[in-house]
């Protein structure tokens, strides 16, 4: 490969994590705790990838072994970061807690005293024997950890009738875009070392595809509104919930009524409107929108399997859309192809 389009691809994705990191740490509107934590994790990841950008693209004569330490350092902090984040998303929390504080400074005073003590330029041996093997162990260990914390969400995840929020399947991806990352490193550190930083440009970029083809992507970013930090629906009220919705959306046929709201079916289930709201978003992961047109895509569905002397204009009024070409674009979103073509299919 020419060096100069591998010096791209390695390095790009570490140009514009910084600027992004910049941006959570100093400039982001939403002061959050997770954006400060995302931030670290933005900026530690560019520093150890900038590490190795500058060691791949730069004569081992003219390496400069105080930058190859803080590069290493910084890949110290990645896996801690990482946890925090997911643990604060997680638990919504608004401020940083005095015992996370105390965690972090020990972490920090932990590589920096390693740094200052046993420097990298004197103890290069050492450092390749025993320091980077604790670091890349350390990182390993926090990775762990963080997974546990989303053993709900991924449960959740593989649940046929419940769907994932944005804010969730964010999670599972960016702790998956890690664990590719400290992979490629673990595969580079014995046979190609600049697959790590192919890696991350990679990722980076993955990452930013999934946020542009969310509609709702603000809401990663952003504070929960203040009517869903109420507490958390418990599982039994969950189940009961749910299965007193799908009662009263087959005794109702709300989906019939192209003008349906979320109030009406809340009343039926004598709930608040905040509370149904709740349940969809949070526990079956869509919003009342998506909930109401699978129901009507469904009909849809079983009206063309039935009736195939219907039109496919009045299949669609029948199953409640308001017109043809709202019909004809949910059904292919949520269906993957045209109702002509489902219906060519049948025939």
Known sequence: MNNSLLFFVCSIGVFNGFIASIYFLFFSKQKRVQNFFFGLLLLFLCIRIGKSVY???????????????????????????????VKSSIENRKTISKSWKIHGTLLLLVILST?????????????ANYVVQCIYVVWGIYLALSIYLLKDIIKKYFQKDIRCTTSEIWLLILVLANVLIFTAYMIGYFFLYYVGTI???????????????KKNRDTIFQNIPEKYQAKKIEKSEEDELISALKDAMKAHQFHKNTNIKLNDIAKVLHIS??????LL???????????INEY?????????????????????????????STFYATFKKLVGKTPAAFKKELQ
């Open 55 to 85: 060691t791949i693209f730069t004569p081992r004569e003219e390496r400069n072994l105080w930058i190859l330490q803080i590069g290493l350092s910084a890949c110290f902090l990645i896996g801690a970061s990482v946890f925090f984040y």
């Open 273 to 278: 409107s905040h509370k149904l709201s709740q």
């Open 281 to 291: 978003n949070d526990n079956l992961g869509k919003n009342f929108a998506l909930f």
């Open 296 to 324: 009507r895509v469904a009909e849809a569905k079983q009206l063309l399997q039935e009736n195939n002397q219907f039109t496919l204009e009045s299949i669609g009024f029948e199953a409640g859309f308001s017109s043809k």
């Open 115 to 127: 740094g200052i003590i046993i420097p990298y330029p004197y103890y290069k041996e050492l450092w």
């Open 199 to 213: 890696t991350f440009s990679v990722v980076f970029y993955a990452l930013l595809i999934f946020l542009i083809s």
